[in-house]
């Protein structure tokens, strides 16, 4: 298989109640790409799985809490959905740092379902187009943001997708765009000529 992202260091940003397919399938396709993945969450030990509203036996093992990790030792960052993760996590100044830092940076962000809430919170949506869960359109249309009904939506270092079913195209335009700036010095007046 293609390695196409080997070295590359990519952040996951979670915590409890995350929409278990959408950590678990992305991850192991930023694995089987080569990407060395740390699973950041607020705090250590395991975060707790969900399939829709229902709490699964699946837990992940946090690898850095976020009040350790450095945005700035990371390539890119993915973030998947659950409300209740997304709802947590949009209200905790340290990950909206994080995804801002990497933001200006030019870096890559990968966000699918709730995700984008973080997005909204960390005043990032702007003139940005994207995609979420149909039910947080509003919270993206009103913090300036361009909403789409789409599987996937790419906008500059952003991919973003509605929900699980998305996930095998989610997947593949998240791997093209992180190989895409994985080799690249990236800075925002860099992004605009890609």
Known sequence: MDKQLDGMKVAILATDDFEETELTEPKKALEEAGA????????????????????????????????????EKFDAVMLPGGALNADALRLNYEAQEFVATLDGE?????????APW????????????????????????????????????RDENWVSSRQPTDIPSFNKAMIDLFAQYKDLEVSPAKISAL
């Open 118 to 153: 973080l997005l909204v919170s960390a005043d990032l949506v702007e003139g940005r187009n994207l995609t979420s869960y149909h039910t947080i359109q509003d919270d993206v249309r009103n913090a300036g943001g361009l909403w789409e009904d789409k599987e996937v939506v």
């Open 106 to 114: 030019g870096k890559p962000i990968a966000a699918i379902c709730h």
């Open 36 to 71: 060395e993945v740390a699973v950041i969450a607020p705090h250590s030990g395991e975060i707790q799985a969900i399939a829709h509203d229902e709490k699964t036996q699946t837990k992940i093992p946090v690898n850095i809490t976020l009040d350790e990790a450095d945005p």
